[in-house]
């Protein structure tokens, strides 16, 4: 028996993997210490199962355990990131290069630090969301201190060439960041091979808990350095103060123990899944993949149903799936995504698009339900729709004068 | 954002949704919003000549399920006054009627605004002068 409601919004968040909680509740219960307490067994027993958690961490992308700094998460992550660099590199320069694709907490980050002083470029990308090499090239200078380019985007799934980016941005002597949030634990990243000097991700992306992430600060070659932003214990190596959560670290580690060896299967299972439901949502009229098909992150897609509002088309079915839209009508903003218009996507389409994101619990039966209950809602809505029925008679919309407010 | 009842009642069983033939003399036609804004709402009414009565009124809604539940409650209300009775239908009645939140008063607007879009039009097909009509959405 299918039971409802179905998830498939695992870029927002992740279930978490029951191995990953039988492994955090001793730590709720006997084994409560705080890391930091150095004088009894309480506080051995909770900082070497930090230890242990944050070896784990490490290994999955290929650091070693003096490099990973536990957060909050990966906003806070992104936060040190590019604020830490900023404080601390000061006398090199103060330029960062980033991309109007970017999260929010890489944005937001950098907008605070232009009233701080700043100077960014936010680059733009072609309509696949991948950002121009050459371009890249043409404005990193020597006064540039951080190249802050995403692993893969949250929203389509695209991802980028980051070893190619890291040597574009070393060669003027810039570090490299990459907020790796929905790539991490999904495909292989390995800090050597890729060139990274600072990586943000989290825990609740890879079937661990909420309230925990991490941030990659490169320890050799070179030695990178970023400047705290919370004052406090000094814990993290005086990068980052605060008592550590150490059940959410615990689960962090088997969460990334357990991608570490799952991943493949994963991934394989998943991207054969998100065709299927791809190619079939794809028969409908007017339908539209967005991101770059050929290096994507192998469970999210993103459809635009040229000629519906995305969150109407949700309601139709959102009781049952759980999905995201582009169209953030649900916020006050109205605006439809930010990232599927600087795709250069016009807002109709932006309007009307689904993000689907597949998880490591997702089964057939879901995608199969998944694909009527879709087609359906689009087929009842597109009846509801002038705009449809203008394409049909074959009128051109953008002959229109709309009455725009 | 959980919605309301009615407004579920009326997206999931929208009532009068359709086309009238907009070339007919009868037939008032009002097209509000754009695709940029994401909802764009076209209005139709059918009026008796003698009576000014609106014997039919159809709808159809590219938007949230508040815009498609607000142009459903128009259509309904439409249903049997006259066209200057019509007027008289406000947005916040429809916000009262459908409980919509803040955020979504806008979707009332839109109806109320393509009601009066479609009186005007058919009051210009057929003599009448045009209504002034203050502009009502401001985003």
């Not at chain 1, 506080?43 to 003096?66: H, I």
């Not at chain 1, 190619?164 to 060669?171: F, G, L, N, R």
């Not at chain 2, 009066?116 to 058919?122: G, L, P």
């Amino acid at each position: 028996m299918l039971k409802l409601p179905i998830y498939l919004d695992n870029s927002a968040t992740t279930p978490v993997d029951p191995r990953v909680v039988d492994t955090m509740v001793p730590y709720f219960y006997e084994h409560f210490g705080n890391a930091a307490s150095r004088s009894h067994p309480f506080g051995w027993q909770a900082e070497d199962a930090v230890d242990q958690a944050r070896e784990r961490v490490a290994k999955l992308v290929n650091a070693s355990d003096k490099e990973i700094i536990l957060t909050s998460g990966a906003t806070e992550s992104d936060n040190l990131a590019i604020k830490g660099v900023f404080d601390m590199y000061g006398k090199k320069g103060n330029h960062i290069v980033t991309v109007t694709t970017e999260h929010k907490a890489v944005l937001d980050t950098c907008k605070h630090l232009e009233k701080l002083g700043a100077q960014i470029t936010y680059l733009k990308t072609d309509n696949e969301g991948n950002i121009d090499l050459n371009e890249l090239e043409s404005v990193v200078t020597d006064k540039t201190i951080l190249v802050s380019v995403m692993y893969a985007n949250n929203e389509i799934g695209t991802i980028a060439p980051i070893r190619q980016i890291a040597d574009i941005a070393h060669k003027k002597g810039s570090l490299l960041f990459t907020d790796a949030t929905q790539a991490a634990g999904k495909i292989s990243i390995d800090v050597e091979r890729d060139g990274i000097d600072l990586m943000a991700f989290s825990a609740h992306k890879m079937y661990g808990p909420k309230g925990v992430g991490a941030l990659y600060v490169r320890r050799k070659n070179p030695r990178v350095k970023v400047t705290a932003q919370m004052d406090g214990g000094g814990h993290e190596r005086g990068m980052r103060s605060g008592t550590l959560n150490v059940p959410g670290i615990v689960g962090f580690g088997k969460a990334a123990e357990l991608a570490m060896l799952e991943m493949d299967a994963d991934a394989a299972r998943l991207s054969v899944m998100r065709d299927r439901l791809e190619n079939a949502l794809m028969q409908m009229e007017e339908a539209y993949v967005n991101g770059n098909r050929k290096s994507r992150l192998p469970h999210i897609t993103n459809i635009s149903f040229k000629y519906v509002e995305g969150e109407g088309l949700m309601m139709a079915f959102n009781q049952n799936i759980a999905v995201s839209s582009g169209s953030a009508c649900t916020s006050a903003s109205l605006e439809p995504s930010y990232v599927l218009k600087a795709l250069g996507l016009g807002d109709d389409l932006a309007h009307s698009s689904i993000r689907f994101s597949l998880g490591r619990f997702n089964t057939d039966e879901q995608v199969d339900y998944t694909i009527e209950a879709v087609t359906k809602a689009v087929n009842k809505l597109r009846e509801m729709s002038p705009l449809w029925e203008m394409f049909k008679q074959g009128i051109d919309l953008s002959t229109i004068e709309w009455a725009e407010h | 954002m959980a919605y309301s009842k009615k407004v579920l009642e009326h997206y999931e069983n929208p009532q009068n949704v359709g086309t009238l033939d907009a070339n007919k003399q009868e037939v008032g036609t009002g097209l509000v919003g754009a695709p940029e804004c994401g909802d764009v709402m076209r209005l139709q009414i059918e009026v008796d000549p003698e009576t000014k009565v609106i014997r039919d009124a159809r709808f159809k809604t590219f938007g949230c399920g508040s815009a498609i539940a607000s142009s459903s409650v128009a259509t309904e209300w439409l249903k049997g006054k006259t066209i200057d009775e019509a007027l008289t239908i406000d947005n916040m009645d429809i916000v009262e009627e459908l409980a919509l939140p803040p955020v979504k008063i806008h979707c009332s607007v839109l109806a109320e605004d393509a009601i009066k879009a479609a009186i005007n039009d058919y009051r210009k097909k057929n003599g009448m002068p045009e209504l002034q009509l203050d502009e009502k959405i401001v985003h």
